[in-house]
């Protein structure tokens, strides 16, 4: 089944739906993310609908808000400043909560879709979504910003505003990007509406990401039994330096 049928049978499910005050029906194109040793990223296409009892209100536009947030790790940043004519870590800062990757998607600029204060209610943004941990430090702050500018450029932090299309204030969609080096793990997925910048109502739900096959193995074997992943890698690493130099040899002797 394709992601358009999915989304056209959302729509006729919400017909058929029992009247309820105005809140999310979600779906997605999949929910688990398989990581192979070819995997280069996947597109997820999340849609939706409102739910509602009353006539769609007039006096605001309905917003809507989509984050995904991978496993959070607790990461140390350091400062370094030139001293006695050598760089040197002067400062540090525990970032207690850093997503492993972040993305947020609206359905128009951010500034006009949630005020600050909710903002700061259900941390939505990427800079809302990091926690300090930065006691001495008066210009902490300029650590997590450190954080957010190296993953956007790695990106696995993105500001994705006016990329969610919604369609008479009842059907959304939008299409996420999720880059090839993904830590496994359940991604939260949030959906917020909003009007007038407040939130009306909110869904959760998660995609989980995993490796499988030969990288699963590898990967259970590097956990479990270190030290016989160390003598197999030894192993793989000769093998394949042998095969290299035979084929050159016999590339040379033609």
Same mark, same amino acid.
């Given at each position: ?12 499910? =919400? ?7 105005? @809140? ?28 509602? %009892? ?10 809507? *808000? ?8 607790? =990461? ?11 760089? *040197? ?22 500034? %006009? ?19 300090? *941990? ?12 450190? *954080? ?35 830590? %496994? ?7 917020? =509406?909003?009007?007038?910048? @407040?939130?009306?109502?909110?869904? %959760? ?50």
């Amino acid at each position: 089944m394709t992601a358009m049928i999915k989304y056209l049978l959302l729509a006729l499910t =919400l017909l058929s739906l029992p009247a309820r005050a105005e @809140e999310v029906v979600l779906g997605l194109s999949h929910d688990e993310v398989a990581i192979t040793a070819t995997f280069d990223g996947s597109e997820i296409l999340i849609f939706g609908a409102v739910k509602r %009892e009353t006539p769609i209100p007039q006096d605001a536009p309905l917003q809507v *808000v989509v984050t995904v947030s991978g496993p959070l790790e607790p =990461l140390m940043v350091r400062r370094k400043d030139r001293q006695w004519g050598i760089w *040197v870590n002067t400062q540090s800062v525990l970032v207690d909560h850093a997503p492993s990757f972040y993305t947020v998607a609206t359905s128009a600029p951010l500034s %006009e879709v949630i005020t600050d204060t909710q903002d700061l209610r259900h941390k939505i943004s990427i800079r809302r979504a990091i926690r300090l *941990v930065g006691a001495g430090v008066h210009d902490s702050q300029d650590f997590s910003e450190a *954080v957010i500018r190296i993953r956007e450029k790695d990106n696995l932090y993105s500001l994705r505003e006016s990329t969610v299309a919604i369609d008479q204030d009842t059907l959304f969609r939008t299409a996420l990007s999720m880059p090839s080096d993904l830590r %496994e793990g359940a991604y939260r997925t949030r959906i917020f =509406l909003t009007r007038n910048g @407040e939130v009306v109502s909110h869904y %959760e739900t998660s995609i989980n990401v995993q490796k499988v096959g030969m990288e699963r193995f590898l990967y259970n074997l590097s956990q479990q039994n270190p030290a016989i992943y160390g003598v197999l890698a030894l192993i793989i690493a000769a093998i394949s330096g042998w095969g290299a130099s035979a084929i050159f040899r016999l590339i040379r002797d033609a």
